[in-house]
């Protein structure tokens, strides 16, 4: 059964650095799939944020670009976010992903996290 | 950069009922990288239909999904207690995820 598990504060100063780590367990983070971070603001909907593949291949939500950097270390199998230069609006659940391939082209995110909750004030 | 606009924001039905979602791209995008998820409070979203049409594990066959081009429906075709909850749908293109804005299924 394929698990991921967000960690990291819950709280980061304006102007600071949001760090978050995602813990895969039942499947490697260097195999077939696409690894991501979406997040939702209070009451809000959805916001992709970003993904990367093994070998280090990696892209962004274009309005997010500037501020980010998504990274993975294999030999603890967890991919993690870094988002810098927050303000009240990086508010949010930061949910971790899994983009798998399903086959013929088709991908969908089948497992997620149960999402940490980061507060910039 | 494409748009996903989903309509009605809000669908109030009663168990039973039909509900049918809609979601259109601002421009012609490909079935298989069109994605529905149902996601209700305080929970993560869940995978329902990838690829336009094709049911994940495990999702009933009250859900369906169909459409092209730039036209998309999730239909549930009876409305179970545990299906109020909010719907998004989600589109890859250009090295770009995008969601729509999601519909609320509530209980009339």
């Known amino acids: 059964q394929v698990q991921l598990q967000e960690s990291g504060p819950g709280l980061v100063n304006p102007s600071g650095t949001l760090s978050l780590t995602c813990t895969v367990s039942?499947?490697?983070?260097?195999?077939?799939?696409?690894w991501n971070w979406v997040r939702q603001a209070p009451g809000k909907g959805l916001e992709w944020i970003g993904e990367i593949y093994h070998g280090g291949r990696t892209d962004y939500n274009p309005s997010l670009e500037s501020r980010l950097s998504i990274s993975m270390d294999a030999s603890k199998n967890q991919f993690s976010l870094r988002l810098t230069s927050v303000t009240a609006a990086d508010t949010a659940v930061y949910y971790c992903?899994?983009?798998?391939?399903?086959?013929?082209?088709?991908?969908?995110?089948?497992?997620w996290g149960q999402g940490a909750m980061v507060t910039v004030s | 950069e494409i748009v996903l606009t989903q309509s009605p924001g809000t669908l109030s039905l009663s168990p039973g009922e039909r509900a049918t979602l809609s979601c259109r791209a601002s421009q012609t995008v490909s079935n298989k990288y069109l994605v529905w998820y149902q996601q209700k409070p305080g929970q993560a979203p869940r995978v329902l239909i990838y690829g336009a049409s094709s049911r994940a594990t495990g999702i009933p066959d009250r859900f369906s999904g169909s459409g092209s081009g730039t036209d998309f429906t999730l239909t549930i075709s009876r409305l179970e207690p545990e299906d109020f909850a909010v719907y998004y749908c989600?589109?890859?293109?250009?090295?770009?995820?995008?969601f729509g804005q999601g519909t609320k299924v509530e209980i009339k």
């Open positions: 989600q589109h890859y293109g250009s090295a770009l995820w995008t």
């Open positions: 992903a899994r983009d798998r391939n399903y086959g013929d082209s088709t991908w969908a995110f089948d497992v």
């Open positions: 039942g499947d490697s983070v260097t195999g077939s799939n696409w």
